[in-house]
């Protein structure tokens, strides 16, 4: 089949054709709209090493050690933009097609929409099941861009920009992230595999992104709040007692409109998407033929 087609003239007044065609294993052609090669693949994980001793500061950092209680989250939160850029000109060099731009602009754009609608009103956010099947379908590479671009969006659109967003930023791209990277399913199983891993990271992101303020609830009556000097158990302990407490009731809202969300339109939203992959035939090979094959082609 024929993508394109250019005719020119020659110096000599002959035509000549210049033809682009799929070649035969085009129709096995990948749905993944961002590659991760293998250079990118370890730069990612350490990206995510790092994410995870920024979340996790207040347990590893030692009492004393930031003389400003400011300090800490915007170290960390220019940490997170700076390892996020390292990561995205990874993947950019691994080949991002303008058809995987395309759809991460509409994508970004849809679920910056959505995130509005919920307002997060008892834990109701509409943004997580898009971006879980959006990284099903695209790709870890594609649902780690997607989760940034869209919260970056929604902020500029909502106003929300603050401390707080790199590390909505890097919980979003992990969530993402790990939806690409689920194990082959199909059918109902698929459906059922995804809204459980909806219900776990609507968890996962409330758990974590509670870390970007409870170190700043310090009150040494208090048994829940962080207690600079503090062992890690007993750090540990509190936080969990602190998340319990204030957030799993937040947190159950979001998992349980994941799991809705997604056994509800995840059928009909994966074969939307697989259709769209389908027709974009990201990067797919293409060879060259003389003008008889591209009128062969066209028949």
Known sequence: MTIAT?????????PMTIATRRSPSAGAARTSAIRIRRRAGPVIAM???LGFVAFFWPFLAAPGAFGDTAMPPLMFGALLILVIAVVFSEIADGGIDSKAVAMLGVL???GAALRPLGAGTAGIETVFFTLIIAGRVFGAGFGFALGCTTIFASALLTGGVGPWMP?????CAWVGLFAGLLPPARG???????AAYGVLAGYFFG???NLSFWPFTVDPH????????????????RYLLYDGATALGWDTGRAITNLICILVLGPAMLATFRRAARRAAFEAPVVFGSSKEADLGDR
């Open 207 to 209: 758990f974590m992104l």
């Open 188 to 194: 109902r199983r698929e459906i059922l595999m995804l």
């Open 167 to 171: 590390y909505q930023m890097f919980g």
């Open 47 to 49: 990206a995510s090493l």
């Open 222 to 237: 208090s048994t829940i709040a962080y207690l600079p000097g503090a062992s890690f158990t007993a750090n540990v302990h």
């Open 108 to 110: 970004s754009a849809l």
């Open 6 to 14: 250019r005719r020119s003239h020659s110096a000599g007044g002959d």
